[in-house]
């Protein structure tokens, strides 16, 4: 849909009466979006159906064979030092790995929650480390990567949860990066594709941490391979996947940062998800009308999944996402502090646990 500056002065009126932590006014800066070029008939919607909804290890337990539920508790256990953190209270990205664990980054707690619904179990990364996490990814091998929003670095864990390193540091509080967002793994070189908002790049580094590539310019811009604002990353199939929120776009690139391809969308803000599935599709979602707009791979406007509508789900800002098994969709509620399990209608049968 096309939005004009009316409404898009509407849009902006309610994100600075609802601007989510972390981010100032200008991270909502929204260009007036262009009209997509696709046209013609959209396909019928394969309606997404409620799952379930999770916050915190009791969500865990209710799952759980009852045998289990000691283990949630010892696994969950804080120190004795440390104030009990097991609820979800400003969450903000979600990813798993392969053995079906879900990672929850939780800047308001400043954890990582992990819940392992397949096993009954509840836990904490490492919290050796104080992290404030905004984004997630893992790699082929299970290490997870979180971009830290106060130490403005990355930090490294291993398979086991255990806090490895840090990359992106400089010395004392110096970081390479100025404001380190969404991020993505490229398992065929090892290479993090980290998008740097507010310095309007996405910056390549190797596992080590040293300098790859980089892409955009300060101050931002609009042209081809140009950024304002980029906040998401996902790497599928050999492409680069980058929201560019300000210029309200997605830009496709290969691996190597070569501009393949742009997608228009209606809208997109600082907490905007992004997600591809197995075929290749792309999911967007959209925090003000709660609402997930999915495209193919070239561009072509799918269908929109309207989660305001999607009976027993009671979801009020759709903001992270991640897609499991290509049919488990998982929408973060940065309002109500939930996670929400879908099941896409229409995809691959899957169970969505």
Same mark, same amino acid.
């Given at each position: 849909?096309?939005?004009?500056?009316?409404?898009?002065?509407?849009?902006?009126? =309610?994100?600075?009466?609802?601007?989510?932590?972390?981010?100032?006014?200008?991270?909502?800066?929204? !260009?007036?979006?262009?009209?997509?070029?696709?046209?013609?008939?959209?396909?019928?919607?394969?309606?997404?159906?409620?799952?379930?909804?999770?916050?915190?290890?009791?969500?865990?337990?209710?799952?759980?064979?009852?045998?289990?539920?000691?283990?949630?508790?010892?696994?969950?256990?804080?120190?004795?030092?440390?104030? $009990?953190?097991?609820?979800? /209270?400003?969450?903000? &990205?979600?990813?798993?790995?392969?053995?079906? $664990?879900? =990672?929850?980054?939780?800047?308001?707690?400043?954890?990582?929650?992990?819940?392992?619904?397949?096993?009954?179990?509840?836990?904490?990364?490492?919290?050796?480390?104080?992290?404030?996490?905004? &984004?997630? &990814?893992?790699?082929?091998?299970?290490?997870?990567?979180?971009?830290?929003?106060?130490?403005?670095? +990355?930090?490294?864990?291993?398979?086991?949860?255990?806090?490895?390193?840090?990359?992106?540091?400089?010395?004392?509080?110096?970081? @390479?990066?100025?404001?380190?967002?969404?991020? !993505?793994?490229?398992?065929?070189?090892?290479?993090?594709?980290?998008?740097?908002?507010?310095?309007?790049?996405? +910056?390549?580094?190797?596992?080590?941490? $040293?300098?790859?590539?980089?892409?955009?310019?300060?101050?931002?811009?609009?042209?081809?391979?140009?950024?304002?604002?980029?906040?998401?990353?996902?790497?599928?199939?050999?492409?680069?996947?980058?929201?560019?929120?300000?210029?309200? $776009? +997605? /830009?496709? =690139?290969?691996?190597?940062?070569?501009?393949?391809?742009?997608?228009?969308?209606? @809208?997109?803000?600082?907490?905007?998800? *992004?997600?591809?599935?197995?075929?290749?599709?792309? @999911?967007?979602?959209?925090?003000?009308?709660?609402?997930?707009?999915?495209?193919?791979?070239?561009?072509?406007?799918?269908?929109?999944?309207?989660?305001?509508?999607?009976?027993?789900?009671? *979801?009020? /800002?759709?903001?992270?996402?991640?897609?499991?098994?290509?049919?488990?969709? @998982?929408?973060?509620?940065?309002?109500?502090? =939930?996670?929400?399990?879908?099941?896409?209608?229409?995809?691959?049968?899957?169970?969505?646990?």
């Amino acid at each position: 849909m096309s939005v004009g500056k009316p409404i898009g002065c509407l849009f902006y009126f =309610f994100l600075l009466c609802g601007i989510a932590p972390g981010f100032a006014a200008e991270d909502y800066a929204v !260009a007036d979006p262009v009209q997509p070029a696709q046209t013609g008939a959209q396909p019928v919607s394969p309606e997404p159906s409620f799952v379930r909804a999770f916050s915190s290890a009791d969500d865990v337990k209710k799952t759980s064979h009852p045998i289990l539920d000691r283990s949630v508790d010892i696994i969950a256990g804080p120190k004795d030092d440390e104030p $009990r953190v097991d609820t979800l /209270q400003s969450p903000a &990205a979600i990813t798993a790995d392969s053995n079906g $664990r879900l =990672f929850v980054a939780d800047r308001g707690a400043k954890v990582i929650h992990v819940f392992d619904f397949a096993r009954g179990k509840y836990s904490l990364l490492d919290r050796g480390q104080s992290v404030t996490p905004i &984004a997630l &990814a893992v790699d082929n091998h299970d290490n997870l990567y979180a971009t830290d929003e106060l130490s403005r670095t +990355i930090f490294v864990y291993d398979p086991g949860g255990k806090f490895r390193r840090t990359l992106g540091k400089l010395g004392g509080d110096e970081s @390479y990066f100025e404001s380190p967002a969404g991020i !993505a793994v490229d398992n065929t070189t090892g290479n993090l594709y980290v998008c740097d908002m507010h310095r309007h790049m996405i +910056i390549v580094l190797d596992k080590r941490g $040293r300098l790859v590539a980089k892409a955009g310019k300060r101050g931002g811009g609009n042209l081809p391979g140009d950024f304002k604002l980029p906040t998401q990353a996902f790497i599928h199939d050999g492409e680069l996947f980058v929201l560019d929120a300000g210029n309200t $776009r +997605i /830009q496709v =690139f290969d691996t190597a940062l070569h501009f393949r391809r742009a997608i228009n969308l209606a @809208y997109a803000d600082g907490r905007s998800g *992004l997600a591809v599935d197995n075929q290749g599709n792309i @999911y967007v979602s959209d925090p003000v009308l709660d609402r997930i707009e999915v495209f193919a791979r070239d561009g072509r406007r799918l269908y929109t999944f309207d989660l305001a509508n999607v009976k027993a789900a009671n *979801l009020t /800002q759709a903001a992270g996402l991640w897609i499991s098994q290509g049919s488990c969709l @998982y929408v973060v509620d940065a309002q109500k502090h =939930f996670v929400d399990l879908f099941r896409i209608s229409g995809q691959d049968a899957q169970t969505c646990q």
